[in-house]
C-alpha cells in the first residue's frame, strides 16, 4: 500500500506540474488560466509532500511533512472554488476572499497540534500515520463546504447551458467528483476507519478532466495538449526518478533521523533546479519535435491559412476572393461545412456568395441575433459559447441556426467600421476543435477579406465619381456647343414673320438653318462616339494599311491645306488585333488634328514613323508616332487634351476648322478599348507629336 501511495502522490504532483504548464504557457494573463494554474501548483506542491511523508521513515519527519500537506491541502478547496466562479462567469468576490483569508488561518493552525495531533502506525499497512487534533473537524467541515458550493454552483451553471457547454460543464462536475472523492479517502485512517486511500490516484484524472473542460474554452487545442502533456510528463517522470534516487542516496550516506528530512528537501530542491533550469532548452527542443512528427497535419494547416491572408489580395476579382477563401478554410480546417455570407449597398438580407458543398444556402435576415452579436464585435464566436448568455428568445434562434445551418464558428468579415458579413464554419472532422490559433488566423482572413472589400468598393465609387464628373462636363460642353446654333436658328425663327416675304432672306435662313442643323447633328454623333461602349470585332489589322488608306481619305485636306506627308516605306510590320474603322477613325483624327495645327505655318509636314519593341511582361507593342511642326499645345492645356471638350480650337466660328473637343476623347477611348495607350509630347512653336502604343503579333 505504501509503495502505492508513492506512486500515485508521484503521477498527482506530474500531472498537476504538466498541465499548469501547458495552460499557462498557452494564455499566461487571463485570469481565469492563472488561478487553475495556482490550483495546479497547490495540488503538486500537496503531493509532493504527500510523496515526502510517505518516503519518510521517523516519525519526527513524517509529522513535519503531515502537517505541511495538510496546510497545502486546505487552500484546494477554495482556490478551486474561485476558479468555478470564473468558469461560469458567477463571480463570488466575498466568500471568495473569505474562503482564503479562513484557509490561511486553517494553515497556519497546522504547525500545531491543534489539527495535526501526532502520527503513529495505521493497521497494517503505515507504520506512521496523522491522528487528528481538536479542531481537525472544523478543517474537514471547511474542505467539505466548499467541495458542496462547488457542486451547486457547476450544477446550477449546467442546468442553465445548452449546447456542447452543457457538456464541458459535465465534465468538470463529474472529474470534481471524482477528485474529492478520491482525496477524502485519505481521512479515514485519521480516526482509524480501516480504509484504505486508493483514491489517491483519482487526485490526477480529476486533474486532467478539469483540463479538458478548460481545453473546451478554447484555452488551446486539445491534441496539443495531450501530446505536449505526454512529453512533458515522461520529462517530469524522468527528473522524479532522479529525485527519488537522489533521496535513497542522501538517506544512505547520511543516516537515519533528524537528517532523513534534509535529504529528501535537497533531493527535491536539486531536481527541480535542474528541470525549471533547463526548461527554456528542453521545452524549445519538445515542441520542435512535436511540430515536425506528430503534429504535422495540424501546423501545416495553419501554415495554409497563413498563406492565404497574403493569397487573398492577388486575386484579381471578388467571386475568385470568395470562392478561393471559402475552399482553403475548409481544406486547412477539415471542415465539411462551410459558407461566406455578406449583405452589399442595397441589399436587405445576408446572401451566401459561396458555399462548401457547392450549392445555394437561403439568406440570413440582418435582425438574427448573430450577426448584431458579430456587428458589434470584431471577434469570431463559437455559438455553443453564445448560447449560455443569451435570453431564451436569442437562445432559440442560435439553436436555429446550428441544427438548420450546422454553423459551429462564425468569423466576422469587416474592415475597421463597416461589416460586411461573415463566414459560417460547420463542425471539424473528427471531433477537431477550433484553437485560439486557429480563430486569430481566420479574424485575420475575416479582416483581409473585408479590406480588400472596402477597397474595391472605394474604387467603385471612386469611378462612379470620374462619370459624373465626365457627365457634369459633358453636359457643360454640350450646353455651350448647341446654344451658338439653336441661337441663329431662333433668331430667323423670330425675324421670320416680319421678312418672311423677302426671296433673299428666306435663302438665307434656309442656308443657316441647314448648316445649323447639320452642326448639331454632328455634335450629337460625337457625342454618341464617345458615349459608345459597345464591343467590336477584332481582327488582325496591318497599321501601314491604316495609315495609307486615312491618308487616301485625308488627302483633300492635305492638299488644301499644303501640307508634307511624310511616311516609310513599308517594312512589314507585325499585325495589331483589333478593329479596322476604329482604326481609321483615330488616326483620322490625329491627321485632321494635326492639318488644323498647322494653319498659317512655313513649311508644313505631318510624319508618320514605326517602331516595335519587346513588353515587359512579354510579347511586343507597335508604336505608331504622328508628329507635326504646328504651333504646339500650351502646357497649361496638356494634362487636359484627352478630356471630353477640351480643344485649342474656336468652337463657335463659321468655318470648318471649328472643333467640340472630343476628337481626342473618342481617340484615347477607343486605343484604350484595344488594349493600348496614347502619349502626348508638345512645345509651343515647335509641334505636336501622339504616340499610339498597341499590342501586336509576332
Known sequence: MISYCIFSSLINAVASLVLGIAVFSKKPREPKTLIFTWLTVNIAVWSGLYFGWM????????????????????????????????????????????????????AGLCATPLIVARVEPAVEWFPVWPKAGLLYPAYLGFFFYYFVRVTWLLGSEYRRSAFLRKNQLLYVLVYTLAGYLGGSSNYFLWYDVPVPPLGNVLVAVYMIGVAYAMIRFRLMDFN????????????????????????????????????EMAALFLAALAATTLLFGWMPLWRARVDRFLERRMLREAVEGRSRLRQLTQTISTLKDEESIFRETVGALAEALAVGRVALYLRFEFETAFNAHASIPPGTPAPLDAEEPLLKLLQASPHAVLLDELAHSLGPADRAAIDRLRQERHIELAVPVHAGAFFYGFFALGPRKFDGLYSENDLSLLEAIGLQVGFNLRSRQLERRANQAEKLISLGTLAAGLAHELRNPLVSIRTFSALMEEQGGDPEFRREFRTVVDRDARRIAAIVENVAAFAENTKVKFSPVQMEDVIQAVYEIARPEFVSAGVAFVVPAPAGLPPVQGNYSQMLQVFLNLFQNAIHALAGRP?????????????AGGGHILMVTVADNGAGIEPAVRPQIFEPFVTTKATGDRHHRRGMGLGLAIVKRIIEGHRGGIAVSSEPGRGTTFVVHLPCQT
Not at 62 to 89: D, K
Not at 227 to 237: K, T
Not at 609 to 614: C, L, T
Open 603 to 615: 513649311d508644313p509636314r505631318i510624319e508618320v514613323r514605326y517602331q516595335v519593341q519587346p513588353e
Open 224 to 259: 496539443l495538449l495531450i501530446v505536449r502533456s505526454l512529453s512533458y510528463g515522461l520529462i517530469i517522470l524522468a527528473f522524479a526518478g532522479l529525485e527519488v534516487v537522489l533521496a535513497a542516496g542522501l538517506q544512505q550516506l547520511l543516516g537515519g533521523g533528524p537528517l
Open 55 to 106: 518516503m519518510s521513515r521517523e516519525p519526527g519527519t513524517a509529522l513535519i511533512y503531515c502537517r505541511a500537506l495538510s496546510a497545502a491541502a486546505i487552500l484546494i478547496p477554495v482556490c478551486y472554488y474561485h476558479f468555478a466562479t470564473r468558469l461560469t462567469g458567477r463571480p463570488h468576490n466575498r466568500e471568495v476572499l473569505a474562503g482564503y483569508g479562513l484557509a490561511v488561518i486553517l
